[in-house]
């Protein structure tokens, strides 16, 4: 760790004024002055609230550290640092460090960590009884031995999309062959390309085929006794991979491409790359979920899909390593991470490299960073490729700044917040404060209305009720008492928010709190499309790793927009964005003027509601060559309203990846398709599609065998790889098998 | 477009298969000679019968300029088709033969397939177009079987 360091911690609202020092087994310590909320707290001792300090490294000790030995630093451009304080934090019973090098409590790393708290002048007085320091080091911890030993992840970004190489480092630590199983997650929108099995020095591509077929391919190749992967896709965002005949003490990799489009805010670009799946409900009765069971209980959750995960006081050697080349063609600013600490190198204006710090590898939650490009500068707004006699080309397109100066409509206001058990502690104490915002910023003609849902849904009064300051106060109060803890019966959720009487005068928009671990998303968003009538739905995710396929597709189901809400980071620029677009009446019925184009398949098939500062990317074939412009036109109120987006008109930047980006697109229509319809009868349509543009979907799979060489012996014994619960996710509440 | 050159090759697979079990894999060499040319690009088509012969992974070859497995385009793989190319910048090409890539392949049955190789293009780094003669091998020092 750097000895000079700017940290930016989450603090309890009961320490807030307190001073934090963060030690760690490599002997340092750090100490964090000048706590200072960054928001008011929202919810009693859950109230989690976002401040900074600057640190100063000492000795580590487990005993009290001299309070004059703290020599306070001012740095600048020091690294980020998330603290997570966890446990019984006014007591400071468990008091220990998980933070963005952490060790998660559910084990996945030795907790390296200490944290101490010592009293200042003003402190509150949860702290009165705590003297001036307390200090608890983790117990030791036992490793699991396991057949991953390492990702590593190389990323290049290139105006709005990213092309990921992704390689899975698998080893034997046994004394007997295996096959290796392992759940991993990807971004929700990544077109998976391409796939190689790598065996020492050689290298076998995968082929992509239907689905079915390929899993006989792979476990004829398994049981005859030949090295082969397979990889599946269970959601947009989880992927199976599995790897068979390792022999004892033997490696093979497996790497996969993949291209996405940013998400993009504004000016402000955003990279995620997810690390683990975080545990998911299923409903009762549910076979096709996504099961959450302990490491050593496999196969008992029931689910076609089900991820291990590490039990408390264990750890596996797993981690990761991330490089990220950005070039942008403009000069880049404040390329920052929320998350996890880099080491950024300028390598020019336009281009910029981040690597992800040693000490900052453990898989346990999203790995973000953001980035913006200048203001007033012209941006690449189209991005092509030429295929034969047919192109594809991905199209930006962006309301004027102008229309912010539309008035706003009465709103009425659904919030909600998702209480289980998965979202007990920190996620539920982000989504309190979240919503607390929220609810400060109605104006006098909205009315609101709060539910929360976990097993069952009940909700703050029958109606929604009017934003007067008594009313608001009052629903400030009735979050403070919400608890998490039981299911995630989101579908109850869903049910109170859009089930009851509209009230004409006002636009609804339910404003969904979760971290989506849930495992019957097609149901959740088939409910959505069959009761949506004119809400619109903006979903907010909230923790370390949530479900991104799930918040984005209910904001696409429900013509609104997704927030994600890490826990490393205030949730008021996120809540800030989302009344930006809420309180504005977005472009409704947009329609795209080709001007004569030869166009087709283009995608979203829908062109979703539009909000300034929020680009909607727009992915399509086409013959011949672009326009210099294209006409946009959408209703405005009841008045349309057109405006011109650059295309091009052959100056346009060729990009690989763009195919890729045009077919996952495609897939995700009908996949949506099949949603509405509840059924499987574009199966062949995107199975077609999948291998003839080699972009994986639920129904097709990559498959590799090496059929030089046969091993000895049966297959082995499978051996599945087990995650740490998603950091700030509590491994009690929501891991079955326990 | 007028093909410059078509080889063809006719691969027979080995008769020691038939002693082996209903569903086999096997590897299957696809070799180039250019003669003095160095080889910098090529594109071949290689035929089979899809209800038999299924491709279940595209490797590299063992000269250092085609060692990456090549790309394949899977449109025409239902039908009993896969298109195959690669192409290299290293100085050092291969001349005369080399082995260009391998094909894992999973076969049923007990009958011997036949898998075709066609030329469509073939060049050198000046992008010269050039003649090539293809063919395909069983795959030479099997192991395990």
Redesign the interface.
Known sequence: MSKRSQVVCMVASGIVGAVLVVGCQSRQAFLVRDVQPALEPTAESEGWVSTGGTVNCVPASAGPLPAESYQPSLPSGGIRLGVPVLGDVPHLGRLFGTGSRARGTSGAQRPDEVLVVEKREGGTSELEDTAHMTAKIGDEEKEVPLPLKHTDVKAQISAFVATVDVTQQYHNPFAEKIEAVYVFPLPENAAVTDF??VIG?????????ERE?AQR?YQ??RR???R?SLLTQERPNIFTQRVANIEPGHDIDVQLTYFHTLHQVGSEYEFVFPTVVGPRFNPPGSTDGVGAVAHGADGTSGQSTEVTYLKPGTFSSHDLSLTVDIEAGMPIHDVRSPTHVFAASELSPTQTRLVLAPNDRIPNRDIVIRYRLAENEPKGTVLTHADGEENTFALLIEPPKSEKKLPRAPREMVFVVDCSGSMNGWPLAKAKEAMVRCLKSLGKDDTFQIIRFSSNASKLGADPVPATAENVRRGVRYLKHLKGGGGTMMIEGIKAALDFAHDPRRVRIVSFMTDGFIGNESEILGAIQERLGSSRIFSFGVGSSVNRYLLTSMARFGQGEAEIITLDESPSRAVDRFYAKAARPALRDVRIHWGGMDVRDVYPRRIPHLYVGKPVVVVGRYRGRLPERIEVSGMLGDRRVSFAVAAGGGREQNHPGIAGVWARRKLQALADEEIVMGSNELRSVMIKTS??S?VLCGYTAF??????????GDHGTTVKVPVPVPHGVRYETTVQGR | MRRLLTCMSVFVVAATWAAD?E?R???VDLWSDSGDRPLAAYQVDIRYDARRV???????GDHAAF??????D??G??GGRITLAAFSAVRDLPTGKARLA?L???VEGKAVPELNVELVTAGTATGSRIEVDLSLEP?KG????
């Open positions: 190689i099995m020095e050689r290298r076998i591509r995968g082929i992509i085929r077929e391919i004829e190749a005859q006794g030949y082969a291998v003839e080699s498959v590799a065998v090496d059929s030089t060489e046969r091993t000895a | 079990p569903v894999f096997v590897a299924r491709v279940v992974g595209v490797e590299g060692v990456d497995p090549p790309h394949y899977p449109k793989m239902a391998r894992h392949l999973q795959m099997e192991r395990g079987k």
